[in-house]
């Protein structure tokens, strides 16, 4: 799975999305100081800053996922010790303090290409359905002169007048026959 993430660096990447502030008009993926307030500085991350992303390519954020509460407090000073001593789900919430997803999780696949799916057949469908409108209600009828029939006349019209006699249809025509060379 790593090589989808040389191949896809952005499709690779995660952030935590937080709303936009409107007294910074900061976009909605950054992460500020006041994002990373109370959160564990655990290392210097793929890019340096203090913020929490997860990504294929690089597994350890810079800082924790959850500010430490009351809940985790105990088990962070159990983890201080021996680790045989801790539960599966003492070792599982010490997990999800520190990461929002397993990494299973995140190669997961979405239903997001439904969506698209559903949304590029429906842009499809109205298009079909105005193409329609169009052509049974806004446009006149198809003249005659597409007809199959009138094509035929106007041939043999240029051929009894015989217009074209040198480049034209008249010059593919056998007049002592009747028929075509």
Known sequence: MLSRAAAFPRLCTRKLHTSTSVLSGSPEWYWGPEKAAGREYVGHGATGDNTYT????????????????????????????????????????????SFRQTLAEFEAPSAYWKLCLAMGLSVLALATAYATFLNNVVYPPIPPTFQDEYKEAQIMRTIVLEKGAFLGPASKWDYENNRWK
């Open 54 to 97: 997860d990504r294929l390519d690089y597994w350890y954020p810079a800082i924790r996922f959850r500010v430490e509460d009351a809940t985790i407090k105990p088990v962070r000073a159990k983890e201080q010790g021996d680790w045989k001593s801790l539960s599966v789900e003492e070792k599982k919430q010490l997990y999800r303090h």
